[in-house]
């Protein structure tokens, strides 16, 4: 009965690599996120979206692609990985407006070598 | 634009002594205002949120905060601290107009026994 589940917890590539990182969220939320935590612990915003629709792009390459399917579902697929793509990926929802807690998901460890 | 920091980066307690985790944000309105904690390898719980009323709130695991806006603070308190408690504590503002919550830099709680 996890909440917001995200696969997968570790990921170890290889640089020029596509990979992809999977997220749902089962409580009925309208809004889903991408954090990106980096080696500093230091937490930032990637994307936002709301029933399908991005809200939120905080200036992140291009080669990261976000795509919900659903309102219950927003993947991050990442392009041509570069050794500074290493950090851990925090998936959230919630419902919309800044007033709202955001559940978060475990978190992916990302290692490009 | 809104920031918050959190001016401690590391924290060493014994384990039953008082504990206080500094947080002060900059937001031109109202600020909504949480806590979350991220255990090792996990990821972020929410401990407590404040959006209006009460400036005293509690939360979940003995934690209270209280919301100081003329020193634009929100402290996170704890009487005593247990061992369990040694965790990456995050202060966090969010707002009525976005969908983002921006993040403190962190601060590392260790717990001695």
């Known amino acids: 009965d996890t909440a917001v589940s995200q696969t997968p917890k570790y990921l170890v590539t290889q640089m020029g690599n596509d990979k992809s990182i999977k997220c749902e969220q089962n409580?009925?939320?309208?809004?889903m996120y991408w954090y990106k935590q980096d080696s500093k612990k230091f937490l930032k915003i990637m994307f936002s979206?709301?029933?399908?629709?991005?809200?939120i792009n905080e200036t992140v390459p291009n080669r990261f692609s976000p795509k919900s399917p659903d309102k219950a579902h927003l993947n991050l697929h990442i392009n041509s990985l570069e050794l500074g793509d290493s950090a851990v990926y925090f998936c959230?929802?919630?419902?919309?407006?800044?007033?709202?807690?955001?559940?978060f998901g475990q978190g992916t460890r990302l290692t490009v070598v | 634009a809104q920031s918050v920091t959190q001016p401690d980066i590391h924290i060493t307690v014994s384990e039953g002594a008082s504990l206080e985790l500094r947080c002060n944000y900059s937001?031109?309105?109202?600020?909504?205002l949480f806590w979350y904690v991220q255990s090792p390898g996990q990821g972020l719980q929410l401990l407590l949120k404040y959006f209006s009323g009460d400036t005293l709130v509690q939360g979940i695991k003995g934690f209270e905060a209280e919301f100081k806006r003329s020193q634009s603070s929100f402290n996170l308190r704890k009487p005593s601290v247990h061992w369990s408690d040694a965790a990456e504590y995050f202060c966090a503002v969010g707002a009525l107009d976005t969908d983002k919550l921006i993040f403190g830099t962190g601060t590392r709680l260790q717990v001695f026994p």
């Open positions: 979206y709301n029933n399908k629709e991005l809200i």
């Open positions: 959230a929802s919630s419902h919309r407006g800044g007033e709202i807690e955001a559940f």
């Open positions: 409580l009925g939320h309208d809004t």
């Open positions: 937001y031109g309105a109202t600020p909504y």
